[in-house]
């Protein structure tokens, strides 16, 4: 199968290093970037952008490889910088541990043709030719880490385009899913925030012929975010504001609403910032949505409902993943249709709740802290692409009972209490079909996470989501206790999945 090839004129050192720069954002572990060129083509110069990138360390001393054959650099993906110039043979790469740094970190190669066929097929291959008074970079490979390369050159030109092409790139954050996040920065500007949203792959079926992110209305592109976005802003909401975008290639320049969370300096969550969340949902939770929302002329996403066949193929996710982490093999039939019989006769309880537009990620990684502020402008609100028309006690149970903070009963207390008392002096508010909505979205949004950090460890291979299943239990327990989920309870228990386990 032939590779794919890309072309980029490079005019300067600037631009060369630039092109590091875009090369650094794509990688991961395992990835090899084979960089061709003559003497003085500009290697050295690209090599040392992108591992600078990676360390986050403008200043960084890079020296050339030349003689110590390989240098290496603990930055935020661990990198290798090979120069195998002074290889007598292509087996010698061997010795230097190539294989061995593949499994943690990158590779970046200098002379790559002395190991030739020592180098995996799916290696990037970067060369460098003068042209004229500059260079020309010509990328080729195939597989994902010249997709990714790909991308990460096409989110440059996204840049150009708006106007902010020499911005410097360095990476924010990524989540679980696909998206990414990159600060980007130019003298005299805020800095902003580059989203990078791939169209979701949305994978087999599984039930009535649709994939999972169907059935549970999973956002699918990153339209849904620019028209929640949109509707969130147009009512009062601290969203970030849009600067640029493409929604065919899911690429979006916004406002840099800040980094300050709902933490202390000792990493214990501050009971104020949560309360005031909690008021910012009762005025969001007044407010009546439209179903159909605009992303741009022509462009219309509709709002999916939170139902029925979407909460409970969430909450079998428990069934799915973590009922056979905990007992050692897969749920039997009796166990799944007594788990779907139990939530459908909760499900039922639900059709007398408010309904109104949830986020459903309501939770202190996606809220950010601007105490400068005053009102609800202290609070930044990220990623709301998965937003639905649900109960509102679903993004009030995400809150209170945060899912990467152990949030202690007192301050889910004041939590729930500062929303029903903001919901109270807006107007009527039935507080106790409110508290059992609450136990209810609670309990199926914690079974689904269980099961979801359950599945990225032994799906994805991100073992560190196990650390928080304690928690979660623990916020699983607490929902049980309300008098109507008595009868999930008892099931729970019944098969063990309330114990302590370690992960």
Known sequence: MAGLVLERLLADETQTARLGEDLALALRPGDVLALKGDLGAGKSTLARALIRTLADDAGLDVPSPTFTLVQSYDTRIPVHHFDLYRLSSAAEIDELGFDEVLAQGAALVEWPERAEGYLPKTSVQVELVQHGLGRLARLSGQGAAFDRVARSIAMRDFLDHAGWGGASRRHFIGDASARSYEIVSRPGH???????????????????????????????????????????????VAVPRIDAQDLDQG?????????????????????????????????????????????????????????????????????????????????????RAGYIRQWNTLLDRLAASEYTLMLRDFHSPNIIWRGERSGHDRLGIVDVQDALIGPAAYDVASLAMDARVTIAPEIERRTVAAYIAARRAAGVFDEA???????????????????????????????????????????????????????????????????????
């Open 251 to 335: 690429f979006l320049l916004l406002e840099h609403l800040g980094s300050e969370g709902f933490l202390d300096g000792n990493g214990e969550p501050v009971a104020e910032r949560y309360e005031a969340a909690a008021e910012l949902l009762a005025m969001m939770h007044g407010k009546t949505w439209p179903r159909r929302m605009e992303a741009a002329p022509g462009v219309i996403h509709d709002v999916p409902p939170f139902d029925r066949d979407a909460m409970l193929i969430e909450a079998e996710l428990l069934v799915d993943w973590y009922v056979p982490m905990v007992t050692g093999g897969p749920a039997n039939d009796t166990l």
């Open 190 to 236: 805020a800095a902003r925030v580059l989203m990078n949203s791939p169209r979701l792959v949305l994978g087999p079926p599984v039930r009535d012929s649709k994939p999972y992110a169907v059935i549970a209305h999973t956002a699918q592109s990153v339209s849904a975010f620019v028209a929640i976005d949109r509707a969130l802003l147009a009512a009062g």
């Open 433 to 503: 079909g409110f508290l059992e909505a609450y136990a209810i979205m609670a309990a199926q949004r914690n079974s689904k996470i269980l099961g979801i950090f359950v599945r990225l460890e032994k799906r994805d291979g991100k073992p560190y989501y196990l650390k928080h299943l304690p928690r979660i239990r623990d916020y699983l327990r607490r929902a049980l206790v309300h008098p109507a989920m008595s009868g999930l309870k008892d099931f729970y228990t019944a098969h063990g999945l309330l114990e302590e386990r370690a992960p």
